[in-house]
């Protein structure tokens, strides 16, 4: 938890709580957000740090850059890999995970909601262990993850049924992993995550180019500081097998560079700057180009500074005219609801390539984010496999209104940025989805000068 009365923070208005497995629906006032907020440790970067930690050859030590409340999915991934064998201590701002070299004979997975937990846990499960049950909730068993299915089968893994709850009998076979790149990069990343403890070299050959790519390179960065070795082909991935996961010790977490986007964005939109640290710009996620659409692409002023332990604080001021554009979201699908947010307030029509897989996210984010804008009394539409979003020369800007979340922690935090500029309250149901992944959102907001009631 942040001081709120700190430099360069001002307090808004927070009636309600945020914690607990209540249903939340909250009331966002127009405000203009001012400070720095201090970046979370990645969700990205935590899911696969937990899954190597779990197969190394000694206690792994993961540092995160913050201690705020862990998020849904991340504690799915620690009680999922405790399954695996491993032993894992939470304190606030680290992971303590002692590997098992015995894997329960039978475990039983519940990857809740989690499909980052779910697929790259399908083929580590599927390696390590003769048996084991996998289930879900929520949209999950919705989720696709059939391509993955097929290639473990191919591989001497019997499945059980095509889509959660099912069940594994055979230990995976290293040799030739074949599936499409376009689906999900979370198939990759699981693949990655397993093969390298196969006795025999794999390879992985994608059958269409790899979207999401970034993701995958995150998954590759965290691999190589378990001191795993793999080569980047042409359409695909050569992992050598039988190798071991080195023990790093102790290892930091990158800041999230997904989740800074709505600070970054809430800065673009108000009449105050918006600071965020702890962020590397060397980092390999994705996301980290926001800054960079934000600066070169809609025009707002964007600055960082370099601080003494590497990383850098993000500014973002307050523009007097945001441009649309046109922006391919193929690699960060995650950044498509609070971009679009940002293309409502914008001068012109922005126009959104790379949509396809948008709508196997924890909702059908084309749907949702269309309806988002709409219900707060903006314009968006399908254009084929485009979504235009109308700016506010063409609408007036937007007015405020009820969204639905969804069940989608990115609609309520999207939601929740476009509120700040709103000219009317936005009421937000099911606004405890923001705990998928940014359970401290909402006070970090607040602290900064956001207006939200629970009701």
Same mark, same amino acid.
């Given at each position: 938890?942040?001081? #709120?009365?700190?430099? !360069?923070?001002?307090?808004?208005?927070?009636?309600?709580?945020?914690?607990?497995?209540?249903?939340?629906?909250?009331?966002?006032?127009?405000?203009?957000?001012? !400070?720095?907020?201090?970046?979370?440790? %990645?969700? %990205? *970067?935590?899911?696969?740090?937990?899954?190597?930690?779990?197969?190394?050859?000694?206690?792994?030590?993961?540092?995160?850059?913050?201690?705020? #409340?862990?998020?849904?999915?991340?504690?799915?991934?620690?009680?999922?890999?405790?399954?695996?064998?491993?032993?894992?201590?939470?304190?606030?701002?680290?992971?303590?995970?002692?590997?098992?070299?015995?894997?329960?004979?039978?475990?039983?997975? *519940?990857?809740?909601?989690?499909?980052?937990?779910?697929?790259?846990?399908? #083929?580590?499960?599927?390696?390590?262990?003769?048996?084991? %049950?996998?289930?879900?909730?929520?949209?999950?068993?919705?989720?696709?993850?059939?391509?993955?299915?097929?290639?473990?089968?191919?591989? !001497?893994?019997?499945?059980?049924?095509?889509?959660?709850?099912?069940?594994?009998?055979?230990?995976?076979?290293?040799?030739?992993?074949?599936?499409?790149?376009?689906?999900?990069?979370?198939?990759?990343?699981?693949?990655?995550?397993?093969?390298?403890?196969?006795?025999?070299?794999?390879?992985?050959?994608?059958?269409?180019?790899?979207?999401?790519?970034?993701?995958?390179?995150?998954?590759?960065?965290?691999?190589?500081?378990?001191?795993?070795?793999?080569?980047?082909?042409?359409?695909?991935?050569?992992?050598?097998?039988?190798? #071991?996961?080195?023990?790093?010790?102790?290892?930091?977490?990158?800041?999230?560079?997904?989740?800074?986007?709505?600070?970054?964005?809430?800065?673009?939109? !108000?009449?105050?700057?918006?600071?965020?640290?702890?962020?590397?710009? *060397?980092?390999?996620?994705?996301?980290?180009?926001?800054?960079?659409?934000?600066?070169?692409?809609?025009?707002?002023?964007?600055?960082?500074?370099?601080?003494?332990?590497?990383?850098?604080?993000?500014?973002?001021?307050?523009?007097?005219?945001?441009?649309?554009?046109?922006?391919?979201?193929?690699?960060?699908?995650?950044?498509?609801?609070?971009?679009?947010?940002?293309?409502?307030?914008?001068?012109?029509?922005?126009?959104?390539?790379?949509?396809?897989?948008?709508?196997?996210?924890?909702?059908?984010?084309?749907?949702?984010?269309?309806?988002?804008?709409?219900?707060?009394?903006?314009?968006?539409?399908?254009?084929?496999?485009?979504?235009?979003?109308?700016?506010?020369?063409?609408?007036?800007?937007?007015?405020?209104?009820?969204?639905?979340?969804?069940?989608?922690?990115?609609?309520?935090?999207?939601?929740?940025?476009?509120?700040?500029?709103?000219?009317?309250?936005?009421?937000?149901?099911?606004?405890?989805?923001?705990?998928?992944?940014?359970?401290?959102?909402?006070?970090?907001?607040?602290?900064? =000068? =956001?207006?939200?009631?629970?009701?």
């Amino acid at each position: 938890m942040y001081d #709120p009365h700190r430099s !360069g923070r001002r307090t808004g208005t927070h009636h309600g709580t945020w914690k607990g497995d209540v249903r939340l629906n909250v009331r966002l006032s127009p405000a203009s957000l001012c !400070g720095t907020v201090h970046s979370i440790a %990645s969700k %990205s *970067d935590v899911h696969r740090l937990l899954f190597c930690a779990a197969q190394a050859d000694g206690p792994v030590t993961i540092e995160m850059n913050d201690r705020s #409340p862990l998020s849904d999915d991340i504690l799915t991934t620690a009680e999922v890999i405790r399954g695996l064998g491993a032993d894992v201590r939470e304190e606030p701002g680290r992971f303590t995970v002692t590997p098992s070299n015995v894997t329960p004979k039978a475990p039983t997975f *519940d990857c809740r909601e989690s499909g980052s937990t779910l697929r790259f846990l399908l #083929p580590v499960a599927a390696a390590r262990c003769d048996e084991s %049950s996998f289930n879900g909730s929520g949209r999950l068993p919705d989720r696709p993850v059939g391509e993955l299915l097929d290639v473990l089968k191919a591989r !001497g893994v019997e499945v059980s049924a095509d889509r959660l709850p099912f069940s594994f009998q055979g230990r995976l076979q290293s040799g030739t992993f074949e599936l499409p790149g376009n689906v999900s990069s979370q198939y990759i990343t699981g693949l990655l995550l397993a093969l390298p403890a196969l006795d025999g070299d794999s390879e992985i050959r994608l059958t269409t180019p790899l979207q999401s790519a970034s993701y995958v390179n995150i998954t590759l960065h965290a691999l190589s500081r378990f001191g795993i070795r793999t080569s980047v082909l042409p359409r695909g991935f050569l992992v050598p097998g039988g190798q #071991p996961f080195r023990s790093p010790g102790t290892i930091l977490a990158d800041g999230d560079w997904s989740n800074a986007g709505y600070f970054f964005a809430a800065g673009a939109l !108000g009449k105050d700057p918006v600071s965020v640290s702890g962020l590397s710009p *060397d980092s390999p996620q994705g996301d980290k180009v926001l800054a960079g659409i934000l600066k070169e692409r809609m025009g707002a002023p964007v600055s960082k500074v370099r601080q003494e332990d590497g990383t850098c604080t993000y500014t973002v001021t307050p523009a007097e005219t945001l441009s649309a554009c046109d922006l391919d979201v193929h690699d960060i699908p995650d950044a498509f609801p609070v971009l679009a947010v940002l293309a409502a307030f914008a001068k012109g029509r922005t126009r959104f390539t790379g949509c396809e897989r948008l709508r196997f996210k924890e909702s059908d984010r084309i749907a949702s984010v269309i309806a988002m804008l709409e219900a707060l009394g903006g314009k968006a539409m399908e254009d084929g496999s485009d979504i235009i979003v109308c700016g506010a020369d063409e609408t007036g800007g937007l007015t405020g209104g009820t969204v639905q979340s969804c069940g989608d922690h990115r609609i309520v935090m999207a939601a929740a940025v476009a509120a700040l500029r709103c000219t009317g309250d936005v009421t937000v149901t099911g606004a405890e989805a923001v705990r998928k992944s940014y359970p401290s959102f909402f006070d970090e907001y607040t602290a900064l =000068g =956001g207006i939200a009631h629970v009701i």
